[in-house]
């Protein structure tokens, strides 16, 4: 089969993670003249290319409605239909957060192969330019993208009736071998805990960026995370969750309720309710709810919402909520059979599979880069496989023993 080449965007701005965890201001890059001057010294293999993630940002737009941040505020109560006592369950004070995806036009056919085609293309980027090659960034935004696509890939396959047991009942979507990296079959469990939390240190702002289909996880973003950009979109994405409903909630008296998303990511907070305190306590707005989570003697992971983020049956009025972006689902409205518009999934599924055509991640100038790079490389190990990669495999194989 033959491999497809990928580009890799030139932009002078890189950004990294500092050994004890925390992320760090971005730095410049200076991108040098020539490819022999671009390969490092064994020492330092790190090149001043970010990861152009372009497509998968093509597909985000077009399907992602931003919602902004919560005011907290309450859901009406549903009533049943008429003739029957049966009603819709959701979460009144979670309802109304997150932001929304149009999960119906990622089933259509073509939008598929349009997933498909991305995830594909990602699994076989370290083929081409090995990981170790750019900043801890640059690869953490890397394995985000790849397990949200994977994601969404399989989540557009099955029924949102019950999201809880999707996830995480046994054989759930988190569970399953979705991708494979350089011949390592890896579940979305394994790049959360095994790849970017052991690889990186647990720092808890990466787990902003692990879309889990459900209002009580964090936002889907309307563009790829990219290593240039990585440390605001996390820090928008965490913001936004921990001053909502879902993240951290009063219900009355002194408890503070937290969302059990963080009780999912426990690996990431060591000492959960300590670790958990000062983490929130960096991203709660002033006010009383920051002041109240400053003075919980302890911090209950029960909020929850496994309602699915998708357009279709929800209740909420998103008329005004839409932010401009003149290719969002505008693309795709049609009239329906009632006379008024309506999204066309079948529009957009064409459009999107239209965009993603042909494209590639690397330029001339980057192929030649990076083959003399897998050069090199092979010259010293006799290989190119990525040694994180290896550790990553045995660290499977341990644990499931």
Known sequence: MELRMYRFGKLAVGAALVAAGTLAPLVPAVPRAYAEE?????????????????????????????????????????????????????????????????????????????????????????????????????????????HNVAFLEELV?????????????????????????????????????RVVGKRWGNNPLVIYGFYEGIIGSPNIRKEAFTGEELHAQLTANAREFVNSNRGVYLKGGKTVYVSSFYERFEDYFPDFQKDLKAHLLDYVQPGRIKTMVAEARRLDPEVDDWNVTSLRGNTRDYGGALQKNASALTTAIVVAESGGLSPNSSILADSLSTMVRNYSRFSEEQQELLLELNRQRMERTGNIRIEELQEIKSRIEKDGK
Not at 50 to 69: K, R
Request: hydrophobic share 40%; glycine share 6%; no cysteine.
């Open 38 to 146: 671009l390969v490092p010294a064994a020492a330092d293999m790190r090149i001043p290319y970010h990861i152009n993630y372009d497509d998968l940002t093509a597909v985000l737009e077009n399907v992602v409605l931003v919602t902004g941040m919560s005011d907290r505020g309450r859901a009406p109560d549903i009533k049943g239909s008429l003739g029957t006592r049966m009603k819709a369950k959701r979460n009144v004070y979670t309802a109304y957060e997150g932001n929304r995806i149009w999960l119906q036009a990622l089933e259509e056919k073509k939008a598929q192969e349009v997933l498909t085609s991305i995830r594909v293309s990602l699994e076989a980027i370290p083929d081409n330019a090995p990981l170790a090659h750019f900043t801890d960034a640059e690869q953490i935004a890397y394995w985000l993208n790849l």
């Open 157 to 193: 396959k099955h029924s949102q009736n019950s999201m809880k047991k999707l996830l995480y009942g046994r054989g759930g979507i988190l569970d399953k071998k979705l991708v494979t990296v350089q011949g390592v079959p890896l579940s979305l469990n394994d790049i959360r805990f």
